[in-house]
């Protein structure tokens, strides 16, 4: 009696209980003893880790690429293909920002880098993040189901499998890491020129991808130079923690010099706006030279001035993008 008494409160306790080995059941701990606060207070926490500010340039790379392959008839913003394809690549980047940054917080990057994220001050649990992330990925594997051709599915299937694997796995490659994520980034122009124009439209929008992949990169392997101390202690391999922040700077130079190049090439019939289009980089190609005077030693003042580089990229980038779909 008393054996049958003990299996049943440890049946009841099993029952309860909201942890199985040592991970826990989603369901129950976000919701058991949660106050309304909670759900505020993690929703704005998930929103800070989504940088919904990557959204909507994930969205309107994709338009943009239709818009290109389709001779810039702005029809082509009409097309629900277009928007399902484009709402695919905007929720894959979000919900890679989400598995990314769980990754950095369990692996202790954050706190080597001494990052202020939500995860960090507790605003988000780690598993509240994954949970975010799956149902992110979940709706996007279920758009990617309505695209056609096959060739779309898979560009941005493939995307979407990439950026899932990239954390566990790849993050730590040298020098891939770096290439597959301006590759995801890239392959959203492809994608718009997919599904507007087939064949054609990636002819037609490869060489803006080219270009705007080399942008890409060099702003990567620039972010990696600034996070050089917590990808060393997290055992992250990148161009920075295995040759030093200066070999990181300049291979980050010479993929911007590769980009001026595509651009160059691309604008060449026409010399005035070749000309303008390479002005466009020419803040970035300073600044890159500034911070490798000095020596190895990256002071306070250099990492101040290349996060500030870090920021401001994208300015020179997309413009130099919006330009090339003008003319392309």
Known sequence: MEEMELRGAQQRQTQSEPWQ??????????LREKKPEHFVKAAEGLLKMARLQNYFPSFLLVVLGAWMASGHDAR???????WITAACSALIAVASMLANDVFDFRSGTDQ?????????TGEVAPDDAELAAGCLY????IGICCLEPMTLRLLVGGAAVATYIYTPFLKRLLVVK????????????????????GAAGVARTGQVSLF???????????????????????GVRTVAVCFGRRVG????GIALAAANAVLIGILAKTQA???????LLLPLHARIFQLLQGGSDFTADRLSLLRGVVDQSMLYIGGSVLLLATIV
Not at 112 to 120: G, K, S, V
Not at 249 to 252: D, L, R, S, V
């Open 76 to 82: 082509v913003i009409l097309m629900p293909k277009v």
């Open 212 to 234: 705007f992949f080399l942008c890409i990169l060099c702003r990567e392997i620039l972010m990696d130079v600034g996070d050089m101390v917590g990808d060393k202690a997290a």
């Open 249 to 252: 700077t300049a291979a980050a």
């Open 273 to 279: 706006v070749a000309a303008a289009g390479t002005l």
């Open 112 to 120: 080597a880098n001494e990052r202020d994220t939500p995860l960090m």
């Open 178 to 197: 770096n290439v597959i994520v301006a590759a995801i980034i890239a392959s959203s122009i492809l994608a718009g020129g997919l599904v507007a124009g």
């Open 21 to 30: 080995g040592d991970r826990p059941m989603i369901l129950p701990l976000l």
């Open 138 to 141: 979940g709706a996007a594997v």
